[in-house]
């Protein structure tokens, strides 16, 4: 099996599974109690918070409370429920082959706009947290396969096993406690990105306030992660360092850096490489809700919790067909970059 051969097969699995996800998501929001139309007829008693009301049908506001049956249908028709479930989930599928996501009931914006609008923040603490884990993990997991049993290696592994035991939101309020103006220092700005004249400062000065606001939130996200990668590093060096191949180099009379840098070093990466794309894209939609909520960043992770608390379904729906859909092609490139890494895997046995 060639690589087109390959990637043409992968493509037409990825279709079944994204459809399975969206239908089921779908079916399942049809039962969801206190929908759209439920929350305006509530709205409309001024009731709105209150759990009685929550989980009651449309037909029980018109029974009980007096709501005229026409309101009740132009609410439906306004958010779409004038229509059968199979008829709204058709047009759905044919807007998603578009890319077109609908248009946020509460927002009333196109998802597909609202979703391009809090990229910045997720952009931003995802490729922050993916270079600084990766350029600091992987260095110091191979010092430390290096100098397994030394001091270095068990103060070092103290060290990221007590940043991996602490919880990122509680890490960041100590952070906001300490130098955020809390009951200490007034080291670093409380919320946001930017400051409010970002707009007016010079390219330097808007670097440097960028950096500025960046610095909390990032140490709270990535300090838990430092610990996976820099152990996974220093067990995958140990576990080539001890191989054959590398005992008949050293016994070659090759140094051992020589050895290291130029065969336990390729092989000892392949792990790491084939989660490359999966911990690129992950670090921009994995962002941590707590930490968006803690330092006030409007970020995908604050909006995809609001929609689904708002009942807001079609960003409920259109954020999850993105996300499984780019979830599905990384899973694509992981498993190219396998082979990229290793040329003996062949496409047969990844297809299995």
């Known amino acids: 099996m060639n690589l087109w051969s390959y990637i043409a097969k992968r493509v037409l699995l990825m279709l079944p599974t994204l459809l399975g996800v969206i239908c089921?998501?779908?079916?399942?929001?049809?039962?969801?109690?206190?929908?759209?139309?439920?929350?305006?007829?509530?709205?409309?008693?001024?009731?709105?918070?209150?759990?009685?009301g929550a989980g009651r049908s449309a037909s029980d506001y018109r029974g009980r409370q007096g709501i005229d049956a026409e309101r009740v249908k132009e609410i439906k028709a306004l958010y779409g429920f004038d229509k059968p479930a199979p008829e709204?989930?058709?047009?759905?599928?044919?807007?998603?082959?578009?890319?077109?996501?609908?248009?946020?009931?509460?927002?009333?914006?196109?998802?597909?706009?609202?979703?391009?609008s809090k990229l910045p923040v997720s952009i931003s603490l995802g490729l922050w947290a993916f270079f600084l884990t990766y350029f600091i993990s992987?260095?110091?997991?191979?010092?430390?396969?290096?100098?397994?049993?030394?001091?270095?290696?068990?103060?070092?592994?103290?060290?990221?096993?007590?940043?991996?035991?602490?919880?990122?939101?509680?890490?960041?309020?100590?952070?906001?406690?300490?130098?955020?103006?809390?009951s200490f220092l007034q080291w670093f700005p409380l919320r946001g990105l930017t400051s409010d004249n970002w707009e007016t400062l010079s390219v330097f000065g808007k670097v440097v306030d960028y950096l500025w606001h960046i610095t909390l939130p990032v140490t709270a996200s990535v300090a838990g992660s430092f610990a996976v990668m820099t152990m996974l590093t220093k067990n995958t060096f140990l576990e080539e360092i001890r191989k054959q191949y590398v005992l008949t180099a050293r016994a070659k009379g090759l140094s051992r850096n020589a050895v290291l840098y130029k065969h336990v070093f390729r092989n000892a990466l392949i792990p790491l490489v084939t989660g490359f794309p999966a911990a690129f894209i992950g670090a921009f939609f994995a962002g941590?809700?707590?930490?968006?909520?803690?330092f006030s960043?409007?970020?995908?992770?604050?909006?995809?919790?609001?929609?689904?608390v708002r009942r807001d379904y079609p960003v409920v729906m259109g954020t999850l067909y993105l996300f499984t859909l780019i979830g599905l092609v990384v899973k694509l490139l992981g498993d190219l970059c396998y082979v990229w890494a290793d040329p003996r895997v062949q496409f047969e046995s990844l297809s299995r």
């Open 24 to 52: 089921i998501t779908f079916a399942v929001i049809q039962f969801v109690p206190g929908g759209p139309v439920e929350l305006a007829l509530m709205e409309l008693k001024g009731q709105v918070g209150t759990t009685e």
């Open 138 to 182: 992987v260095p110091l997991g191979i010092a430390k396969a290096v100098r397994e049993g030394s001091r270095f290696d068990a103060a070092s592994s103290m060290l990221v096993l007590i940043g991996y035991s602490i919880p990122g939101f509680v890490l960041g309020v100590f952070l906001l406690v300490m130098f955020g103006g809390g």
């Open 297 to 308: 960043l409007d970020g995908l992770g604050l909006l995809s919790y609001e929609s689904v």
């Open 288 to 294: 941590s809700l707590l930490i968006e909520t803690l």
């Open 88 to 116: 709204r989930f058709w047009q759905m599928l044919k807007g998603f082959a578009t890319f077109d996501l609908g248009r946020s009931f509460y927002h009333h914006k196109d998802v597909w706009n609202l979703v391009k």
